[in-house]
Protein backbone atom coordinates (compact mmCIF):
# COMPACT_ATOMS: atom_id res chain seq x y z
CA UNK A 1 0.00 0.00 0.00
CA UNK A 2 1.22 3.68 -0.84
CA UNK A 3 2.21 5.50 2.63
CA UNK A 4 1.93 8.95 2.60
CA UNK A 5 3.17 10.40 6.08
CA UNK A 6 2.89 13.61 7.24
CA UNK A 7 5.72 15.68 10.18
CA UNK A 8 2.75 16.65 12.51
CA UNK A 9 -0.75 16.14 13.27
CA UNK A 10 -1.00 19.05 14.82
CA UNK A 11 1.31 22.28 14.69
CA UNK A 12 0.60 25.31 16.85
CA UNK A 13 3.10 28.13 16.12
CA UNK A 14 3.05 31.90 16.63
CA UNK A 15 2.17 34.88 13.59
CA UNK A 16 5.98 35.58 12.19
CA UNK A 17 7.73 32.00 13.20
CA UNK A 18 8.97 29.93 10.08
CA UNK A 19 6.95 26.42 9.73
CA UNK A 20 8.15 23.65 8.28
CA UNK A 21 5.46 21.03 7.03
CA UNK A 22 7.34 17.58 5.59
CA UNK A 23 5.38 15.13 3.80
CA UNK A 24 6.96 11.51 2.82
CA UNK A 25 5.78 9.10 0.25
CA UNK A 26 7.28 5.32 -0.25
CA UNK A 27 5.93 4.25 -3.32
CA UNK A 28 8.87 6.08 -5.50
CA UNK A 29 5.89 8.61 -7.06
CA UNK A 30 7.30 11.50 -9.02
CA UNK A 31 4.50 13.69 -8.21
CA UNK A 32 3.96 15.46 -5.02
CA UNK A 33 1.19 18.24 -4.13
CA UNK A 34 0.54 20.54 -1.05
CA UNK A 35 -2.96 21.77 -0.81
CA UNK A 36 -4.90 23.57 1.66
CA UNK A 37 -8.20 22.43 3.13
CA UNK A 38 -10.61 24.70 4.68
CA UNK A 39 -14.64 24.74 5.79
CA UNK A 40 -16.62 26.22 2.44
CA UNK A 41 -14.33 26.19 0.19
CA UNK A 42 -12.69 22.58 -0.04
CA UNK A 43 -9.22 21.85 -1.58
CA UNK A 44 -6.65 23.94 -3.08
CA UNK A 45 -3.39 24.18 -4.59
CA UNK A 46 -0.51 25.66 -3.45
CA UNK A 47 2.31 24.32 -4.83
CA UNK A 48 3.24 21.03 -6.83
CA UNK A 49 6.53 19.07 -7.83
CA UNK A 50 6.82 16.68 -10.68
CA UNK A 51 9.87 16.09 -10.41
CA UNK A 52 13.05 16.68 -8.26
CA UNK A 53 14.05 20.01 -7.53
CA UNK A 54 10.95 20.72 -9.99
CA UNK A 55 8.21 22.82 -8.01
CA UNK A 56 5.33 24.69 -9.69
CA UNK A 57 2.94 27.66 -8.18
CA UNK A 58 -0.82 26.27 -8.00
CA UNK A 59 -4.07 28.10 -7.10
CA UNK A 60 -2.65 29.78 -3.88
CA UNK A 61 1.57 30.11 -3.64
CA UNK A 62 1.13 33.67 -1.72
CA UNK A 63 3.02 32.76 1.25
CA UNK A 64 4.53 29.69 1.17
CA UNK A 65 7.27 28.30 -0.48
CA UNK A 66 8.41 24.63 -1.07
CA UNK A 67 11.21 22.45 -1.40
CA UNK A 68 11.59 18.91 -3.13
CA UNK A 69 15.36 17.89 -2.63
CA UNK A 70 14.90 14.22 -2.70
CA UNK A 71 12.20 12.56 -4.47
CA UNK A 72 10.40 11.14 -1.46
CA UNK A 73 10.19 14.19 0.45
CA UNK A 74 8.03 17.53 -0.51
CA UNK A 75 8.25 20.08 2.21
CA UNK A 76 6.06 23.17 3.02
CA UNK A 77 7.18 26.78 3.98
CA UNK A 78 5.87 29.35 5.53
CA UNK A 79 7.99 32.08 5.70
CA UNK A 80 6.47 34.37 8.32
CA UNK A 81 3.37 32.28 9.72
CA UNK A 82 -0.10 34.65 9.74
CA UNK A 83 -3.31 34.26 11.45
CA UNK A 84 -4.85 33.68 7.56
CA UNK A 85 -2.94 30.28 7.35
CA UNK A 86 -4.21 28.12 10.25
CA UNK A 87 -5.78 25.63 8.07
CA UNK A 88 -5.69 21.84 7.35
CA UNK A 89 -2.74 21.10 5.24
CA UNK A 90 -2.84 18.20 2.82
CA UNK A 91 -0.09 16.11 0.93
CA UNK A 92 -1.02 14.11 -1.64
CA UNK A 93 1.49 12.04 -4.14
CA UNK A 94 0.64 10.27 -7.82
CA UNK A 95 2.50 8.28 -10.44
CA UNK A 96 1.29 10.89 -13.25
CA UNK A 97 0.37 14.10 -14.14
CA UNK A 98 -3.70 14.44 -13.63
CA UNK A 99 -4.56 11.36 -14.99
CA UNK A 100 -3.74 9.48 -11.82
CA UNK A 101 -4.82 8.75 -8.17
CA UNK A 102 -3.96 10.97 -5.55
CA UNK A 103 -2.45 9.53 -2.42
CA UNK A 104 -3.29 11.57 0.51
CA UNK A 105 -1.16 12.03 4.31
CA UNK A 106 -3.33 12.64 6.97
CA UNK A 107 -2.90 15.70 7.16
CA UNK A 108 -1.64 18.52 9.39
CA UNK A 109 -3.84 21.19 11.33
CA UNK A 110 -1.90 24.48 11.75
CA UNK A 111 -3.02 26.77 14.22
CA UNK A 112 -1.25 30.45 14.19
CA UNK A 113 -1.61 32.70 16.93
CA UNK B 1 -11.06 29.45 -15.68
CA UNK B 2 -11.73 25.76 -14.61
CA UNK B 3 -14.36 25.86 -12.02
CA UNK B 4 -15.96 23.22 -9.94
CA UNK B 5 -19.54 22.52 -8.69
CA UNK B 6 -20.72 20.79 -6.08
CA UNK B 7 -24.23 22.21 -5.65
CA UNK B 8 -25.35 20.32 -1.94
CA UNK B 9 -23.39 21.35 0.73
CA UNK B 10 -24.96 18.20 2.97
CA UNK B 11 -26.90 15.88 2.54
CA UNK B 12 -28.36 12.32 4.47
CA UNK B 13 -29.51 9.69 3.71
CA UNK B 14 -31.07 6.33 5.64
CA UNK B 15 -28.83 3.71 5.95
CA UNK B 16 -29.28 0.82 2.94
CA UNK B 17 -30.94 3.63 0.81
CA UNK B 18 -29.33 5.38 -2.36
CA UNK B 19 -28.26 8.85 -2.61
CA UNK B 20 -26.32 10.69 -5.64
CA UNK B 21 -24.18 13.30 -5.17
CA UNK B 22 -23.83 15.85 -7.56
CA UNK B 23 -20.92 17.27 -9.58
CA UNK B 24 -20.54 19.89 -11.90
CA UNK B 25 -17.98 21.38 -13.84
CA UNK B 26 -16.29 23.86 -16.68
CA UNK B 27 -13.51 22.89 -18.80
CA UNK B 28 -12.06 23.45 -22.02
CA UNK B 29 -9.85 20.30 -22.23
CA UNK B 30 -11.29 17.17 -23.99
CA UNK B 31 -9.52 14.50 -22.52
CA UNK B 32 -9.34 13.82 -18.57
CA UNK B 33 -9.77 12.12 -15.70
CA UNK B 34 -12.46 12.64 -13.11
CA UNK B 35 -12.53 11.45 -9.98
CA UNK B 36 -14.40 11.11 -6.35
CA UNK B 37 -12.76 11.08 -3.10
CA UNK B 38 -13.81 10.34 0.29
CA UNK B 39 -12.60 11.89 3.54
CA UNK B 40 -14.19 10.18 6.61
CA UNK B 41 -14.25 12.23 9.95
CA UNK B 42 -10.97 12.43 11.19
CA UNK B 43 -9.01 10.35 8.77
CA UNK B 44 -7.54 10.09 5.38
CA UNK B 45 -8.77 10.91 1.89
CA UNK B 46 -9.09 8.05 -0.35
CA UNK B 47 -10.07 7.20 -4.00
CA UNK B 48 -13.90 6.22 -4.36
CA UNK B 49 -13.47 5.68 -8.40
CA UNK B 50 -12.14 7.08 -11.24
CA UNK B 51 -13.79 7.84 -14.51
CA UNK B 52 -11.72 8.35 -17.85
CA UNK B 53 -14.03 10.94 -20.10
CA UNK B 54 -13.09 9.50 -23.53
CA UNK B 55 -14.73 6.26 -21.95
CA UNK B 56 -18.69 6.32 -22.91
CA UNK B 57 -19.31 3.41 -20.13
CA UNK B 58 -19.92 4.65 -16.59
CA UNK B 59 -17.35 3.51 -14.10
CA UNK B 60 -18.44 1.12 -10.75
CA UNK B 61 -17.08 0.15 -7.63
CA UNK B 62 -19.38 -2.16 -5.98
CA UNK B 63 -21.42 -0.18 -4.30
CA UNK B 64 -20.30 3.21 -6.00
CA UNK B 65 -21.38 3.99 -9.70
CA UNK B 66 -20.91 7.76 -11.30
CA UNK B 67 -23.39 9.40 -14.11
CA UNK B 68 -21.20 10.46 -16.15
CA UNK B 69 -22.39 12.80 -18.90
CA UNK B 70 -19.51 14.85 -20.74
CA UNK B 71 -21.74 17.01 -22.76
CA UNK B 72 -23.73 18.70 -19.89
CA UNK B 73 -19.93 18.35 -18.11
CA UNK B 74 -21.72 16.72 -14.82
CA UNK B 75 -20.20 14.23 -13.29
CA UNK B 76 -22.36 12.52 -10.53
CA UNK B 77 -21.84 9.77 -7.80
CA UNK B 78 -24.29 7.35 -6.65
CA UNK B 79 -23.83 5.58 -3.43
CA UNK B 80 -26.47 2.28 -3.05
CA UNK B 81 -27.13 0.19 -0.21
CA UNK B 82 -25.25 2.73 1.85
CA UNK B 83 -23.55 1.84 4.97
CA UNK B 84 -22.75 3.90 8.06
CA UNK B 85 -19.28 3.48 6.82
CA UNK B 86 -20.01 5.67 4.06
CA UNK B 87 -20.42 8.50 6.29
CA UNK B 88 -17.84 11.55 4.68
CA UNK B 89 -17.20 14.35 3.11
CA UNK B 90 -16.82 13.76 -0.50
CA UNK B 91 -14.85 15.85 -3.04
CA UNK B 92 -15.42 15.77 -7.13
CA UNK B 93 -12.07 16.46 -8.83
CA UNK B 94 -13.15 16.40 -12.56
CA UNK B 95 -10.41 18.77 -13.79
CA UNK B 96 -6.54 18.60 -13.66
CA UNK B 97 -5.79 19.13 -9.43
CA UNK B 98 -9.19 21.16 -8.67
CA UNK B 99 -11.32 20.09 -6.56
CA UNK B 100 -14.85 20.98 -5.39
CA UNK B 101 -15.98 22.43 -1.91
CA UNK B 102 -17.50 19.11 -0.88
CA UNK B 103 -20.63 17.18 0.24
CA UNK B 104 -20.72 16.34 3.98
CA UNK B 105 -23.18 13.10 3.60
CA UNK B 106 -24.54 11.40 6.63
CA UNK B 107 -25.57 8.08 6.91
CA UNK B 108 -28.71 7.06 9.59
CA UNK B 109 -29.52 4.31 11.19
Known amino acids: DVKVTQSSRYLVKRTGEKVFLECVQDMDHENMFWYRQDPGLGLRLIYF?????MKEKGDIPEGYSVSREKKERFSLILESASTNQTSMYLC???WGRGADTQYFGPGTRLTVL | AQTVTQSQPEMSVQEAETVTLSCTYDTSESDYYLFWYKQPPSRQMILVIR??????QNATENRFSVNFQKAAKSFSLKISDSQLGDAAMYFC??????FGKGTLLTVNP
Open chain 1, 49 to 53: SYDVK
Open chain 2, 93 to 98: APIRLT
Open chain 1, 92 to 94: ASS
Open chain 2, 51 to 56: QEAYKQ
